[in-house]
């Protein structure tokens, strides 16, 4: 049981470093973009994360022990 939440722990973290990292990209492209850029990247933005989020739901669950 210890291995297993170890290994949750561990894909957790991941998946935490993966959001910041995707943040902090963002957040630099968004450094770039003039104003009306940036509102259109605003959309576009909210549109990945819908996306992101949707395939994460359709995955499978994970097999049980």
Known sequence: AEAKEQLISQLLDIERN???YTYTHFE???SILSKEQ???FDNIVD???R???DNEKKM???PRD
């Open 18 to 20: 993966k959001l910041s």
């Open 28 to 30: 630099a492209l968004k």
């Open 38 to 40: 940036t509102e259109q």
């Open 47 to 49: 549109e990945i994360v």
């Open 51 to 53: 996306v992101l989020l």
């Open 60 to 62: 499978p669950p994970p």
